[in-house]
């Protein structure tokens, strides 16, 4: 069999010893470096956020894990947006990370500095931790895997150097294999993301994790019901669906009705339109989907006259609401938006 690659009008060049990292990266790291690669030079961490769906500290982790690996470089730009040594022709391409210099051994450019360790430093913390043993032993039956050198590493530097407890990182590992997130620089950036909000301890890490698996469990409730599929939301759609679900306290049944309608007048899954019929809801009291779907039955009523009931579907009601046409302004400026409103 043989494949030929349609390149079309441009191509993406690879470096070669990148992909001797690709079984270490995560799929984020991945997406990340064909993205810098394509843009290639400095380029802006807003788009590239927008571009990929992602957050800027997944962007910072996956650009300094790159640069870690000697793929990429991270470099300032000067006042004038020059790069340093962009006059010579066999300098290598680099990355500007939001103006800041990349340092060595961070994972993100605003985080502790997580240190690697010698053997011999990892003899020894072992040897003076008995129980740093039984921690590795039960996070690698936990993702099913047995760690690397490196991968250790992380782990004494996680107990070591952020103070966290076994119970702690035990129960970060338990959370990334649920979430099927089975890489241990996967806990390795939670960690640090949790540490740097000042959540430190076992009991306050089982609250963020219940917070963290409910805002979860009602975003793939919305992509299911919207068809998203299992891409990450934008945090524009995040919003919405916080506001749906946890400020007006909406369920899936209310939220369901306003999907139909918005179907049925727009021919798309837009969640800004649902948004507005949603804000309109909310506005008016009303709580229950018992409630909604009488709404709707009377506003349909009230715009065909009185006439019988299925003259027309529930969306009708919405064709020349003036309330929602100026709800549609705010959401769509003067035009109606595709899917997730981009």
């Known amino acids: 069999m043989k494949i030929i690659p349609n390149y079309k009008n441009s191509v993406t060049v690879i470096p070669t010893h990148a992909?001797?990292?690709?079984?270490?990266?995560?799929?984020?790291?991945?997406v990340v470096l064909l993205a810098v690669l394509r843009h290639g030079g400095s380029f802006d961490p807003s788009r590239i956020c927008e571009e990929l769906s992602m957050d800027g500290s997944t962007l910072d982790a996956s650009l300094n894990f790159w640069a870690e690996k000697d793929v990429i470089s991270v470099v300032e730009e000067d006042e004038a947006g020059?790069?340093?040594?962009?006059?010579d022709k066999n300098e290598p391409e680099i990355v500007k990370i939001r103006g800041e210099v990349a340092k060595p051994r961070r994972k993100t450019l605003q985080r502790p500095d997580v240190p690697?360790?010698?053997?011999?430093?990892?003899?020894?913390?072992?040897?003076?931790n008995e129980e740093t043993s039984a921690l590795l032993d039960s996070c690698q039956q936990i993702i099913g895997k047995m760690f690397s050198t490196a991968e250790t590493n992380i782990i004494i530097g996680l107990m070591d150097h952020l103070g966290l407890s076994e119970d702690y990182i035990?129960?970060?590992?338990?959370?990334a294999a649920k979430k099927d997130r089975r890489s241990v620089r996967y806990v390795e950036k939670l960690a640090i993301d949790l540490f740097d909000k000042g959540i430190t301890e076992y009991s306050a890490l089982?609250?963020?994790?219940?917070?963290?698996?409910?805002?979860?469990?009602?975003e793939s409730m919305v992509r299911r019901i919207f068809g998203l599929g299992k891409r990450s939301l934008t945090g524009k759609e995040k919003g919405f669906v916080n506001?749906?679900?946890?400020?007006?306290?909406?369920?899936?049944?209310?939220?369901g009705i306003a999907y139909e309608i918005t179907v049925a007048n727009t021919n798309e899954a837009s969640m800004p339109y649902a948004n507005a019929i949603l804000e309109k809801w909310h506005g008016k009291g009303l709580k229950t989907a018992a409630e909604v779907e009488k709404f709707v039955e009377d506003e349909k009523k009230k715009k065909s006259g009185g006439g019988k009931k299925g003259d027309k579907g529930a969306a009708s009601s919405f064709d020349t609401d003036d309330f929602f046409?100026?709800?549609?302004?705010r959401s769509y400026g003067d035009k109606k938006g595709k899917n997730g409103g981009k």
């Open 206 to 218: 089982v609250e963020e994790l219940q917070s963290m698996e409910e805002a979860d469990s009602r």
């Open 19 to 30: 992909i001797l990292y690709f079984e270490e990266a995560t799929a984020d790291d991945i």
């Open 325 to 329: 046409e100026k709800a549609l302004t």
């Open 82 to 87: 020059r790069l340093p040594g962009a006059e």
């Open 116 to 128: 690697s360790y010698t053997a011999e430093e990892t003899t020894s913390f072992m040897e003076l």
């Open 243 to 255: 506001n749906w679900c946890v400020t007006w306290n909406y369920g899936e049944d209310v939220i």
């Open 170 to 175: 035990g129960l970060l590992f338990a959370h």
